[in-house]
């Protein structure tokens, strides 16, 4: 198409958008949308959300044409547009995700007040719940106390404490399955059953 004719053709398209003509804005839509959710996407790395925000810079675009000067100020003012609102979204989500840290958060020293309301432990002191762990300690066998002291105080492996004491692998393990048996059954009278397994983890 000779110059003069696509300058005629711009200029009257743009006369007719200007003037609320469908088919002149359908025109523009076919023309930049596709750009315009590719741009979008950049920022928000989503395709419906860019495809949302091309669709809004168009809906703006209409409602706003009379605001719009000439031909080239469409593309400026779609694109234009589309950022502002990829930035509003993108400071809403920094809001929404400050406020769901702070929500968890919340939560978690919330939680964790409760656990300690729940450690509340009334005549049973801490210091009491060591000295009766290392009474229950004392009353295991010989065999199974050594093991349990190398395996819990000295936090040596299965297989050193095997080769240390010249016994199997499977003989030590049965008798740490004894010892940690025996001492959650003592402490139930004590404690929750699963701070219970908290402390002979």
Not at 51 to 69: K, P, S
Not at 119 to 127: I, Q
Request: charged share 25%.
């Amino acid at each position: 198409m000779p110059l003069q004719n696509k300058d005629a053709t711009d200029a009257l398209l743009f006369s007719q958008f200007k003037k609320g003509n469908e088919r002149a804005f359908t025109h523009y839509f076919d023309l930049y949308y596709a750009a315009l959710v590719g741009f979008s996407k950049q920022f928000v790395y989503d395709e419906d959300q860019a495809r949302g925000v091309a669709q809004e810079a168009f809906v703006n675009l209409w409602v706003n044409r009379n605001l719009v000067d000439k031909p080239a100020g469409i593309k400026s003012f779609l694109y234009t547009s589309a950022k502002s609102k990829c930035l509003n979204l993108l400071k809403h989500e920094k809001v929404v995700r400050k406020y769901q840290d702070k929500t968890l958060a919340d939560k978690e020293r919330n939680l964790n007040l409760e656990v300690l309301h729940a450690l509340d432990f009334d005549s049973f002191s801490l210091l009491e719940l060591e000295e009766t762990i290392a009474h229950l300690i004392a009353e295991l066998p010989e065999q199974t106390q050594l093991i349990f002291k190398m395996k819990r105080i000295e936090n040596k492996k299965n297989l050193e404490i095997a080769e240390e004491l010249s016994i199997s692998v499977k003989t030590v393990e049965a008798h740490m399955t004894r010892a940690l048996a025996y001492l959650r059954e003592s402490l139930i009278d004590y404690l929750p059953a699963f701070l219970i397994a908290l402390i002979l983890k």
